[in-house]
């Protein structure tokens, strides 16, 4: 079973800034996507931001410009940092790896943090 790790939630004013990361255990073969969803209270799992191991990123339309996504590949690490914070932004963001544990796995399977609250307030 493969914990995806994450820290970095809280409460913040709007127009604030929070930084997300998320850790993948060291002992994984290979992560091709990692990224940031988030879900808000009665609506469903949405994209914030995935960048491959290339570093090709792509960002949901609500949040270009004001949030960022890197990745530390030696370190199977992943941030998401968020500027300029709205209401609007307040939900539960969950880190997804797109991985292959072990070099003889065939396919790439998809794995989840817990969850991290981010709660921005007007």
């Known amino acids: 079973q493969v914990q995806l790790v994450e820290s970095g939630g809280g409460l913040v004013q709007a127009g604030g800034s929070l930084r997300l990361s998320c850790a993948a255990p060291g002992s994984i073969f290979s992560i091709n996507t990692m990224g940031w969803y988030r879900q808000a209270p009665g609506k469903e799992r949405e994209l914030v931001a995935a960048?491959?191991?290339?570093?090709?990123?792509n960002y949901a339309d609500s949040v270009k410009g004001r949030f960022t996504i890197s990745r530390d590949n030696a370190k199977n690490m992943v941030f998401l940092q968020m500027s300029g914070l709205k209401p609007e932004d307040t939900a539960v963001y969950y880190c997804?790896?797109?991985?292959?544990?072990?070099?003889?796995?065939?396919?790439?399977?998809?794995?989840w943090g817990q969850g991290t609250q981010v709660t921005v307030s007007s």
């Open positions: 997804h790896a797109r991985l292959k544990i072990y070099a003889a796995s065939r396919l790439y399977g998809d794995y």
């Open positions: 960048v491959t191991s290339g570093g090709s990123a």
